[in-house]
């Protein structure tokens, strides 16, 4: 069953995107995984031909496109040759960081701030995770504290995606330690703000393209105009846009369950063991089967999502549900085409392969998947 998401328009712009990705992406793929980093021009290169920054008002120097097929469509073209880096990297500045500016930023910060993200001048961070505290953003030992017409703000962060090439950073920081969730507020600060500072880049499992860093704020003193939205809404900024963030990553899950399952297809109707085509074995055949069903049922959940987020309407427990959903069925798809493939499943020039290392952090970043039932959970219990 096809899905019937997207018009004539968003065909059309799949286009446009397709050709950016295969002449600007895949001949990078291996250098931006030796580096451990994409270069900038690849970003100048996406905003030119306006894959960067959909949302943002036309007023500021973007389309003002707050049809979210569009972004899906990118996600959809990325997935499709394996560059879960980049597609981290750019679902972190249009999904996130941008999400919250064009939420909660004045006049003054939206034209000092949004135009970059439409050209790929500026590539953006928030900071929430730090060394103890994860899931539980009330652990968070960060603070900012008034002084003039500044606030000071101490503290570090881990796990920031793009932590590397950031040029701004929101920083979820406390601001009352006796106010409980009304004790944390959202801050811009900026790079080359003296106290900031980056420190290493993070060897991690997979994504090894996409930077992430450990930041560092000794005594930094941004203005009161850094402040993003109301002193003491952090959390609750947090908890609006939280479902935004976990669709990204649910559809970075389909999309990417989808693309492998077509590549295992494709390499088991062409290699032979025992006189025929392995896919024609039957115990392979039913696995094969349960999967392309479930990729299916899945998307018709994911599709609803993204009319339900154009509608307005998508709630945090749904987004939650697509997260756990999508993303454990896309654990499931890839280890089963690591299978298939036999050793060469195990090779790192096979894109499956590259997608099993890829894909794992899809369970833990996000909310962990833990969190996610958690959510579901006490919805299901409600009075």
């Not at 995984?33 to 920054?53: H, M, P």
Request: net charge negative; aromatic share 10%; hydrophobic share 40%.
């Amino acid at each position: 069953m096809q899905s019937d998401l997207f018009d004539r328009d968003h065909e059309l712009f799949r286009e446009s995107v397709r050709g950016f990705v295969d002449k600007h992406v895949v001949p990078q793929l291996e250098k931006w995984d030796a580096d451990r980093l994409i270069d900038r021009e690849t970003w100048l290169t996406a905003g030119r031909q306006g894959l960067l920054g959909l949302s943002v008002p036309e007023e500021y120097g973007g389309p003002g496109e707050l049809d979210y097929r569009f972004r899906f469509v990118i996600q959809q073209e990325i997935a499709r040759v394996g560059a879960s880096a980049l597609q981290s990297g750019f679902s972190t500045n249009d999904d996130i960081v941008l999400n919250y500016l064009l939420r909660h930023a004045d006049e003054e910060q939206r034209r000092r701030w949004l135009p970059g993200f439409v050209t790929g001048e500026t590539i953006g961070a928030i900071a929430m995770s730090e060394p103890a505290a994860g899931s539980d953003l009330r652990a968070i030992q960060t603070t900012a504290v008034a002084d003039g017409d500044s606030w000071v703000i101490n503290g570090s962060k881990t796990f920031i995606t793009s932590g590397i090439l950031a040029d701004l950073v929101i920083v979820f920081a406390k601001t009352d330690p006796s106010a409980g969730s009304r004790g944390f507020s959202l801050f811009v600060v900026e790079d080359g703000t003296p106290g900031f500072a980056r420190g290493r880049k993070l060897d991690k499992l997979g994504l090894h393209a996409q930077d992430t860093a450990e930041l560092f704020f000794e005594d930094v003193r941004v203005p009161k105009e850094n402040l993003l939205g109301e002193i003491g809404s952090g959390f609750a900024y947090l908890m609006q846009s939280l479902p935004l963030e976990r669709l990204g990553i649910g559809i970075a899950a389909q999309v990417s369950a989808e693309a492998v399952l077509g590549w295992t297809l494709d390499y088991v109707k062409e290699r032979t063991a025992f006189g025929k085509r392995v896919g024609e074995f039957q115990g392979l055949g039913f696995t094969l089967a349960e999967l392309q069903t479930a990729v299916e049922v899945s998307r018709a959940y994911i599709d609803r999502c993204v009319r339900e987020h154009n509608a307005g309407t998508l709630t945090a427990v749904d987004a939650a549900k697509a997260k756990l959903w999508a993303t454990e069925l896309q654990g499931r798809v890839i280890d089963a085409g690591v299978q298939f493939h036999g050793g060469y499943g195990y090779m790192m020039e096979y894109p499956v392969a590259k997608a099993y290392i890829d894909a794992r952090i899809q369970r833990i970043y996000g909310g962990t998947n833990e969190i996610m039932k958690e959510i579901i959970h006490r919805d299901l219990m409600k009075a």
